[in-house]
């Protein structure tokens, strides 16, 4: 094995419990888009791939693919602008506020998805 061999970002894996709460969320109101989704046959969990810009995220319904309410941090450029456009869209479910300056210098705000992960989103 090369100890020069190069790693990818990691791509997280987060549970889902209710599709269209969750592509709602993901998609309607965080921007997202919807890149591939799969499932075994009709009927069966959802798999699927999200991203908006470099942030790719993959969200799962299968029982065991990962533990609810997870958390993972996103890095966000124009962290305000951003948050000024998700108030805008009225969701029902989330209406963040503005994100706080942390003693560790960033400036960041936590969001919950319908299925209870946490998205710490972030900026300097």
């Not at 709460?21 to 309607?28: A, L, M, R």
């Not at 991203?51 to 693919?65: A, K, M, N, Q, Y």
Request: hydrophobic share 35%; net charge negative; with cysteine.
């Amino acid at each position: 094995m090369s100890m020069n061999s190069e790693m990818k970002p990691p791509i997280p894996v987060l549970r889902s419990f209710d599709e269209a709460k969750t592509k709602e969320f993901y998609v309607d109101f965080l921007g997202f888009r919807v890149d591939w989704e799969h499932r075994f046959e009709t009927g069966t969990p959802l798999y699927m791939q999200v991203s908006r810009g470099s942030c790719v995220l993959h969200i799962s319904e299968h029982f065991g693919d990962s533990t609810p309410g997870a958390g993972i941090r996103i890095e966000v450029a124009e962290l305000a602008s951003y948050l000024d456009g998700l108030r805008a869209k009225s969701y029902r479910h989330a209406r963040p506020g503005e994100a706080q300056l942390q003693p560790w210098g960033l400036r960041e705000i936590t969001i919950s998805d319908p299925s209870g992960n946490r998205l710490t989103l972030y900026s300097e």
